[in-house]
């Protein structure tokens, strides 16, 4: 069974400084997929970044990246330049064979 | 992109009444749901995969005569939570498989989100 563990359940951070959310995981399957959810308070899921477990570089949405070491098995999250807007929950999330399993989440707070 | 409603947005009730939430794929369909429970600053558990046409299949603990799963359609999956109790205030949350960002770097469907349903029982 698989794995995925956040172990930071919550952070500080600046306006306009770079943050980085870990996330490690723990499987035996060949092929699967990592991705990066945002949870406003709304409750919403929002979509942030996706990495795949063949994929060779590092993705970036924007403001998003992946930090990808797949021998060391994690898929941390870097946000440059926080905004006021990024104070949400997140969560890393492991998908393989169409399931989703999700992390603790880390609750994220930019402070001006 | 993939759109997933779900319905009501909320609710409230008295116990030991049942509750009826919708989830549905709005532009494409999904032979395959699932249902998520999140409690208050907590993560994401599944609770179920809804398949069109036959049975739901229930992740351990999950009490299946409890948390009634009916997937009518290809576009249609609904959780009725009967007898409802107070432990069963969360928030419910569906998610519907799709061709996406994954498929096109993988072998993986993109789970798509439904807004969520905040269920409270008095």
């Known amino acids: 069974a698989q794995k995925i563990t956040q172990t930071q359940p919550g952070m500080f951070v600046q306006e306009k400084e770079a943050v980085t959310l870990d996330c490690t995981y723990d499987?035996?399957?060949?092929?699967?997929?990592l991705f990066w959810y945002k949870q406003p308070s709304s409750g919403e899921m929002i979509f942030l970044i996706y990495?795949?477990?063949?994929?060779?570089q590092n993705a970036t949405e924007g403001r998003y990246s992946l930090n990808f070491q797949k021998a060391r098995k994690s898929a941390n999250l870097v946000i440059s330049a926080s905004q006021l807007g990024d104070s949400a929950m997140y969560f890393c999330?492991?998908?393989?064979?169409?399931?989703?399993?999700f992390g603790a989440g880390t609750q994220v707070v930019v402070t001006p | 992109g993939a759109v997933v409603s779900q319905h009501p947005s909320w609710v409230i009730c008295k116990s030991g009444t049942s509750v009826k939430i919708e989830c549905r794929s709005l532009?494409?369909?999904?032979?395959?749901m699932f249902w998520y429970r999140q409690f208050p600053k907590q993560s994401l558990m599944l609770m179920a995969t809804?398949?069109?046409?036959?049975?739901?299949?229930?992740e351990q603990g999950v009490e299946k005569d409890k948390f009634l799963i009916n997937h009518a359609s290809l576009t249609l999956s609904t959780l009725t939570v009967t007898s409802a109790h107070p432990e069963d205030s969360s928030f419910y949350i569906c998610?519907?498989?799709?061709?996406?960002?994954?498929?096109?770097?993988?072998?993986?469907?993109?789970?798509?989100f439904g807004p969520g349903t905040r269920l409270t029982v008095l």
């Open positions: 998610s519907a498989p799709q061709r996406g960002r994954a498929s096109d770097r993988g072998d993986q469907d993109e789970q798509f």
């Open positions: 499987t035996s399957d060949p092929s699967y997929g």
């Open positions: 990495q795949g477990s063949y994929d060779q």
């Open positions: 999330a492991f998908l393989s064979w169409g399931k989703f399993q």
């Open positions: 532009d494409f369909q999904a032979t395959t």
């Open positions: 809804s398949n069109e046409g036959s049975k739901a299949t229930y």
